[in-house]
Antibody
Framework: QVQLVQSGAEVKKPGASVKVSCRASGYSFITHGLSWVRQAPGQGLEWMGWISAYNGDTNYAQNFQGRVTMTTDTSTRTAYMELRSLRFDDTAVYYC????????????WGQGTLVTVAS | SYVLTQPPSVSVAPGKTAKITCGGNNIGDKSVHWYQQKPGQAPVVVVY???DRPSGIPERFSGSNSGNTATLTISRVEAGDEADYYCQVWDSGSDLHVFGAGTKVTVL
């Protein structure tokens, strides 16, 4: 079955960087793109960007352009999301989500990774 | 940028029907997906492509989409349906994904 397993919780200081991983299994990795979605405490879902697992093309939401980098490693079937220059309001749960067969659908989600930015 | 508008909360008695709306400019021209999120858990698709259900999702969950409003309907509501529900579309014009702010469904 399809599974997306993310790395564990992180605590970072303001100004630092964090890199979250998302390891895929149960399907052909390169056939589905992956998005990253975050959720601040008590808030809604915010789409951060997308990466093609086939060729590494990316599409970042404007709010994160210049601060985020999404990559994949096809040899380990893992996607990565690095966020730089962390601020207190970057504290959130970060999810990876797989593209579904229908346009725009996120059919499988990782379990989420809590990133806490604290001094 | 494209905006989706949801009511913050909906309350419903067990056994009754809950309707959650998602408003957007000509949203009827887009494919709308609905996610259920329970506390501490990742979102789960309950309706995709306006009105299709993934396997394992009860028939009590249905969707529609026309004009400027998409609607998620939960029939015969159960206590286990209490959760946050988010609508989402992919805006092809801007190539961006957009979520509604979410609706908290409370079962009375």
């Amino acid at each position: 079955q399809v599974q997306l397993v993310q790395s564990g919780a992180e605590v970072k200081k303001p100004g630092a960087s964090v890199k979250v991983s998302c390891r895929a299994s149960g399907y052909s990795f390169i056939t589905h793109g992956l998005s990253w979605v975050r959720q601040a405490p008590g808030q809604g879902l915010e789409w951060m960007g997308w990466i093609s697992a086939y060729n590494g093309d990316t599409n970042y939401a404007q709010n994160f352009q210049g601060r985020v980098t999404m990559t994949t490693d096809t040899s380990t079937r893992t996607a990565y999301m690095e966020l730089r220059s962390l601020r207190f309001d970057d504290t959130a749960v970060y999810y990876c989500a797989r593209d579904g067969e229908v346009a725009g659908l996120f059919d499988y989600w990782g379990q989420g990774t809590l990133v806490t930015v604290a001094s | 940028s494209y905006v989706l508008t949801q009511p913050p909360s909906v309350s419903v008695a067990p056994g009754k029907t809950a309707k959650i709306t998602c408003g957007g400019n000509n949203i009827g021209d887009k494919s709308v997906h609905w996610y259920q999120q329970k506390p501490g858990q990742a979102p789960v698709v309950v309706v995709y492509g306006d009105s299709d259900r993934p396997s394992g999702i009860p028939e009590r969950f249905s969707g529609s989409n026309s004009g400027n409003t998409a609607t998620l309907t939960i029939s015969r509501v159960e206590a286990g349906d209490e959760a946050d529900y988010y609508c989402q579309v992919w805006d092809s014009g801007s190539d961006l994904h957009v979520f509604g702010a979410g609706t908290k469904v409370t079962v009375l």
